[in-house]
């Protein structure tokens, strides 16, 4: 029988991640982006338990654990230096199952792109949902070089994703989170640190070591939407030049071409659905969410091998297969939504209300060691519903 085809819009961590395990179920799989090559946008990106045990499922977990930098305590800290809450990755690992593993998104796209056979990711092409397909016909989708015909399309196409607004126009998409974040990699300082989030008054930063031997460094802070400086780095400067080591030298190694800048936004309104006709949502185009707990490439992750386990390799209508992919997948994903923003709001707290929480951190790391740890609880220590389709 000839292979059932798929086409993945988008070649981010979830449409690559989907694209291999989609492959491993039999489908025959072509990845459509629109960027001219596979260089992912942002820089770093942490990968909790819930999402090695994912990549378990497509064979990939055992090279990413070795990535793992976190070694020894980390924590939560004020401006000062002044630690909140600590905790040590030997804790996160009994708690949850394995270690808590930060690297490079493009060091991941890299090993997800490996699995896949030379042409299956097609860069410098866009692409638009032209026919979400139903039991009867393919789905269709244009591109500069004329439509593909598939018996499924997944939407991975972002917080701006073209390919939601096609399934459901009548629904408003993200909503802005009242803040902007900042990024960038740079080689580590000479005196040591431990990996540490630090809290100020409607500001946040984070300093964490990948293997390589540089440092993933982000801010976040409340600013109009689309709000831009003409100079990122000085605006880092501006906002943490005074904060505690190793604030001042990160931002002294940064390149000022290579500091990111990007507003959060995130899906405060539930979609209907993942789904409709024959294609799918995954990661950001179904359910972004604010950084605040590292989770959003995990669910992504997450949405992609859920979405293979159910979709087995036919060319029979998949509406079954896919609306038991948004029964597993909406509520949980909504519930990590909502508890990212919980957290977003927390971290950018100002005035009187930072003081309080600073206290309230303070009193809580010294009672409860574990605290840090506490908001991960029921995301980290997921289990995919299959472990492997890699043998």
């Known amino acids: 029988m000839e292979q059932p085809r798929a086409v993945v819009i988008g ?28 260089e992912p946008v942002g820089a770093g990106i942490s990968l909790a338990p819930n999402a090695q045990r994912a990549l378990d499922v ?19 800290r004020r ?45 410098g092409t866009p692409a638009t949902l032209a026919d979400p397909g139903a039991a009867g016909r393919p789905a269709r989708v244009a591109t500069p070089d004329g439509e593909l015909e598939a018996d499924l399309v997944v939407g991975a196409d972002g917080v701006n994703s073209a390919v939601r607004r096609a399934l459901f126009p009548a629904h408003p998409g993200p909503t802005y989170a009242g803040f ?13 640190f431990a990996p540490h989030e630090t809290w100020g008054e409607g500001r946040l930063w ?3 070591p990948l293997k390589d ?31 505690h080591h190793p604030v001042p030298d990160i931002l002294a ?19 209907p659905a993942y789904h409709r006709g024959r294609t799918a949502l995954l990661g950001d185009a179904a359910h972004a969410m604010p950084p605040s707990l590292g989770q959003g490439g995990n669910q992504a992750i997450e949405d992609a091998v859920v979405l293979a386990h159910h979709l087995a390799p036919t060319r029979e209508d998949p509406t079954a297969a896919l609306a038991a992919y948004t029964h597993d997948r909406l509520p949980r994903t909504m519930d990590v939504v909502r508890r990212s923003a919980r957290a977003g709001r ?29 908001g991960l609880d029921g995301i980290a220590d997921w289990r995919p519903p299959v472990q492997t389709y890699a043998a």
């Open 180 to 192: 902007t974040t900042w990024r960038v990699v740079v080689p580590a300082p000479e005196q040591p």
């Open 346 to 374: 927390a971290s950018m707290l100002n005035g009187a209300p930072a003081v309080l929480r600073d206290a309230a951190l303070g009193a809580a790391g010294r009672l409860a060691p574990g605290l840090m740890l506490r």
């Open 11 to 38: 070649a981010g961590i979830g449409g690559l991640t989907a694209a291999v395990a989609l492959r491993l179920r039999g489908w025959h799989v072509t990845v459509l982006e629109r960027a001219a090559t596979l």
């Open 206 to 208: 984070g300093s964490q």
């Open 58 to 76: 497509i064979g990939l977990g055992d090279e990413v654990r070795p990535l793992a930098a976190w070694q020894g305590d980390a924590g939560l």
């Open 79 to 123: 401006r000062d230096g002044r630690w909140l809450a600590r905790t040590d990755s030997r804790a996160a690992a009994r708690r949850f199952g394995g270690p808590l593993v930060l690297l490079h998104r493009a060091t991941l796209a890299a090993l997800l792109t490996a699995h896949l056979p030379d042409g299956a990711v097609r860069t």
């Open 213 to 243: 031997g540089r440092v993933y460094a982000y801010a976040a802070a409340p600013a109009p939407a689309r709000d831009r400086a003409p100079d990122e780095k000085a605006e880092l400067l501006r906002r943490f030049g005074g904060w």
């Open 253 to 271: 190694a940064a390149e000022p071409g290579a500091v990111l800048r990007h507003d959060v936004h995130y899906m405060a309104q539930a979609l």
